[in-house]
């Protein structure tokens, strides 16, 4: 039996390249250019060339078919398929790298933005445009500008390096490095980068943003300037439309007007209702007088222009002070008239003592911005512990007053009753006072009673410790509460669940290109000789590209900046 094998011998071997082919175009031949054949257009009809998919117009080329290269002069167009014009005033081809330069004016089209530049490098292998000269990308919705830049046909990516700018009627953003979509205007970026609108300015270190739908989400000291309000987060999103931003994790909000700040780990932003809404261990931090004020509730929302800010607390609100705290169902505290409102079951403690009613207000003075008046509303009682038993004052109203932030003078206005352990100097127990007055007044010294006046006292007598029943000693609605007082900021969490955090997925790092050029030594670059490129041109260059190394990727990893509580900071 005979076995006859038939074998394709060019596919043995590397398939050759095609030569150009020329398809229209005067000839000429020019005895001082021995190895270039010249084509020059007739009249109105272009040089016209075709390589492997590649069309070529231009007034004027010389072609060295030796080389299979190709150099045009004039109104240079070259087309690859319907999706991708070159216009340039000089171009460069290479029929056996499948290289193109082109130089003057340079104009790169694709369906959904154009480039111009002053030099293009194109390589059809890799599908890849590339300038360092600067160049500018005017897309639908926006320009950007750089001074080095890279085309990625197959995906409609542009990336931009060095000094990147994308201006937009409506904002302008600044960053090191830039990767934009054509199809989508979806724009990714890395390094420092901010977002400067009219209304609005954005920093961060990792970004996403829609140029077309103007929004995007950002992380990495990712922050939000709203005029005078900023906002910080692990993440946040921003939709300019809408004026609304959110943020969520270690969320820190700045206003600078009102001297406080906000905390949380979720929180959505109005912009126009000047309103935020903030969750997931709350706390609102204002400065008095070098002193802070924390405010806290499961949720907190302030609303109003800086002016006439309005905040909200709601569900087991909490509030403390280096020499007071309190805490209530619901609070409520209003910028102008300086109010704070302590609304269902409220209690407070200045020092030793307690105050509890039906409602307490605090009120400050909008000019200082220092405490000025406490008020208890019906039903008032202070108790203050003492070694033998509880001091207790009771009343329809409660008044205190405040001075440089210090509770030290206590009304009690109608139907007041006392119930108050006496002391001599060496504070050893006199006897117990027990008395009724139509109002009374309390002083105190280092947040302690110091004496108590009682005004048209109706009666009123001073027991031995053993003639006055332990029965007698509580009066009608007494209710100690001290085991609830906060005695630091860390007690506004006191007995509450740590929340569960979602995990900050982060923007991931661009993928890592290989350079544009191939690593190739200066002296092992093969040009023809007629090219005006020199083999330094076709090399990287140590700033044409500088990747972003893994530990710019320290967002990604799980709950890296989340702590296992929430750290309350002045």
């Not at 403690?349 to 406490?374: C, K």
């Not at 008044?399 to 504070?427: C, K, M, Q, S, Y």
């Not at 005006?532 to 530990?551: A, M």
Request: glycine content about 6%.
């Amino acid at each position: 039996m005979v076995l006859l094998f038939v074998v394709n011998i060019p596919f043995l071997f590397a398939q050759q390249p095609q030569k150009v082919d020329i398809q229209s175009g005067f000839l000429e031949i020019r005895p001082d250019l021995p190895d270039a054949v010249i084509y020059t257009k007739e009249l109105s009809e272009q040089v016209y060339i075709v390589h492997e998919g590649v069309e070529m117009w231009c007034d004027q080329a010389f072609v060295y078919m030796k080389d299979n290269f190709v150099k045009a002069f004039g109104n240079v167009r070259i087309t690859q398929g319907d999706t991708m014009t070159l216009n340039s005033k000089y171009a460069e081809y290479n029929g056996n790298t499948k290289f193109a330069f082109a130089s003057g004016d340079v104009i790169l089209k694709e369906p959904n933005s154009t480039l111009t530049t002053d030099t293009l490098y194109f390589d059809r292998n890799k599908q890849q445009g590339f300038y360092r000269s600067g160049g500018k990308v005017v897309d639908t919705a926006s320009t950007l500008t750089s001074r080095i830049g890279r085309y990625f046909a197959e995906t409609k990516r542009y990336q931009f390096l060095s000094n990147v700018v994308l201006v937009n009627p409506d904002y302008t953003i600044n960053t090191n490095q830039l990767d934009f979509y054509t199809e989508t205007g979806h724009a990714y970026l890395y390094g420092p980068s901010t977002i400067i609108g009219e209304t609005s300015n954005v920093y961060s270190e990792r970004g996403f943003y829609d140029t077309r739908n103007d929004k995007g989400h950002f992380s990495k000291n990712a922050k939000i300037d709203y005029e005078n309000r900023t906002v910080f987060g692990d993440s946040l999103y921003f939709d300019r439309n809408k004026n609304f931003a959110s943020a969520t994790n270690n969320i820190k909000i700045l206003d600078t007007l009102n001297n406080s700040i906000v905390r949380g780990h979720y929180a959505e932003i109005f912009r126009d209702k000047d309103s935020v809404f903030i969750t997931k261990r709350a706390v609102a931090v204002t400065l008095r007088d070098n002193d802070s004020i924390y405010m806290h509730a499961d949720t907190l929302r302030i609303t109003g222009k800086p002016e006439r800010r309005i905040l909200r607390g709601f569900y087991d609100a909490r509030i403390y002070k280096s020499d007071m705290s309190g805490k209530s169902d619901s609070i409520y505290s209003d910028e102008k008239t300086g109010i704070t409102k302590m609304i269902r079951n409220p209690v407070m403690w200045s020092g030793e003592s307690q105050m509890t009613g039906d409602t307490i207000h605090l009120l400050s003075n909008t000019l200082t911005d220092q405490l000025d008046t406490l008020k208890v509303f019906n039903n008032a009682f202070l108790i203050q512990k003492d070694s033998a038993g509880f001091n207790q004052v009771k009343g329809d109203i409660l008044i205190g007053l405040f001075t440089d932030n210090e509770l030290d003078t206590i009304n009690i206005n109608r139907n007041a009753e006392v119930i108050f352990f006496t002391r001599n100097e060496n504070d050893e127990l006199v006897g117990i006072n027990h008395s009724r007055a139509s109002s009374l007044q309390i002083t105190l010294k280092e947040q302690e009673i110091e004496t108590i006046r009682f005004i048209r006292q109706a009666d009123g007598k001073l027991h031995p410790e053993s003639q006055f029943p332990e029965n007698a000693r509580i009066l009608r609605g007494f209710n100690w509460r001290g085991e609830e007082r906060l005695l630091s900021k860390e007690d506004l969490f006191k007995g509450k669940p740590i929340p569960i955090l979602p995990k900050i997925t982060g923007i991931p790092l661009p993928k890592l290109e290989e350079a544009f050029f191939d690593d190739t030594p200066e002296e092992e670059i093969n040009i023809p000789e007629a090219s005006r490129l020199l083999p330094k041109d076709l090399q990287n260059q140590p700033d044409d590209f500088t990747p972003l190394s893994d530990e710019d990727d320290s967002e990604n990893s799980e709950n890296s900046e989340i702590k296992k509580d929430q750290k309350i900071e002045d």
